[in-house]
Nanobody, 121 residues
Framework: EVRIVESGGGLVQAGGSLRLSCTAS????????IGWFRQAPGKEREAVSA???????FYADSVKGRFTISSDNAKNTVYLQMNSLKPEDTAVYYC???????????????WGQGTQVTVSS
């Protein structure tokens, strides 16, 4: 029932920036959580960043200080601003949506199709 549209992936040189967007039909609920996961070749899926309706946020240690998550409820959109990108950030990034942060971070929810981020040396 929840439709998710992702955009913003692409190819960028190390040190560059990208902004990912996730639009989902969940912002009218009192409680929600939206975030980004990524999976790189040869690595397990990991939670990157998330934001919930109560304003709480989550960042993986590997992206703290470089990535910023924000939301625009009027546009039903969550943004992930990625700065100072490194080759190890290369992965397929997936947007996930559910009603609680704890559920989201467990890996459960509705998922987008993924958008590829490639960071070259």
């Amino acid at each position: 029932e929840v439709r998710i549209v992702e955009s913003g992936g692409g190819l960028v040189q190390a040190g560059g920036s990208l902004r990912l967007s996730c639009t989902a039909s969940v912002f009218h609920f009192d409680d929600y959580a939206i975030g980004w996961f990524r999976q790189a070749p040869g690595k397990e899926r990991e939670a990157v960043s998330a934001i919930s309706s109560d304003g709480s946020t989550f960042y993986a240690d590997s992206v703290k200080g470089r990535f910023t998550i924000s939301s625009d409820n009027a546009k039903n959109t969550v943004y992930l601003q990625m700065n100072s990108l490194k080759p190890e950030d290369t992965a397929v990034y997936y947007c996930a949506v559910t009603f609680h942060m704890s559920i989201l971070l467990s890996g459960s929810g509705s998922w987008g199709q993924g958008t590829q981020v490639t960071v070259s040396s």
